[in-house]
């Protein structure tokens, strides 16, 4: 399990650095992969040729990192979860989750909207079940969701 959990660990940091590449890259206008390969698609994102392969591989690179933070909040009862790596682990998935839009892909924008909004209620649920106010649960998701 431990060598699954680095597996995991690997892939979602390996997506959040393509993320913050892949945005350099979007936001300066390259017209080629590191400035040297050119894509036969002008849509590229990070070192992806297709930016539809890119969301994929976003979907599943947060969906990593989102379950091995749920991990380690379920493993390790006797450590605060805010002393765990897993607030690093649910940047990380924030990072690959914010480049979905930014890549093109409208049907991994969507996919990377779905798991955000069943992390959030899977997170809601928990705090409800551990005695927290739904109502300030509620309120909170509300206020965080999108504008």
């Known amino acids: 399990r431990r060598l699954q959990r680095m597996f995991l660990a690997t892939i979602a940091g390996n997506a959040a650095l ?5 945005t350099v890259f979007k936001l300066s206008g390259a017209t080629a992969i590191f400035g040297r390969v050119s894509s036969p698609n002008p849509h ?10 890119w ?3 976003a979907v599943l690179g947060a969906a990593a990192a989102i ?6 909040g379920r493993r390790d009862r006797h450590t605060s979860w805010q002393h765990t790596p897993a607030p690093l682990l649910g940047v990380l998935a924030l990072l ?3 480049s979905l839009p930014l890549s093109g892909g409208r049907a991994s ?9 069943v992390v959030a209620g899977r997170m809601a649920f928990g705090l409800a ?4 106010h ?14």
Do not use: E, K, W
């Not at 393509?18 to 892949?22: D, S």
């Open 55 to 57: 969301g994929a591989f």
């Open 134 to 147: 739904m109502t300030l649960i509620s309120a909170s998701l509300l206020a965080a969701g999108p504008r």
């Open 44 to 53: 590229f994102f990070a070192s992806f040729f297709y930016y539809n392969h």
């Open 96 to 98: 690959q989750l914010a």
């Open 109 to 117: 924008a969507v996919a990377g909207l779905l798991l955000a909004v």
């Open 67 to 72: 379950g091995l933070a749920m991990d380690l």
């Open 129 to 132: 079940r551990s005695g927290r």
């Open 18 to 22: 393509l993320a913050c590449v892949g």
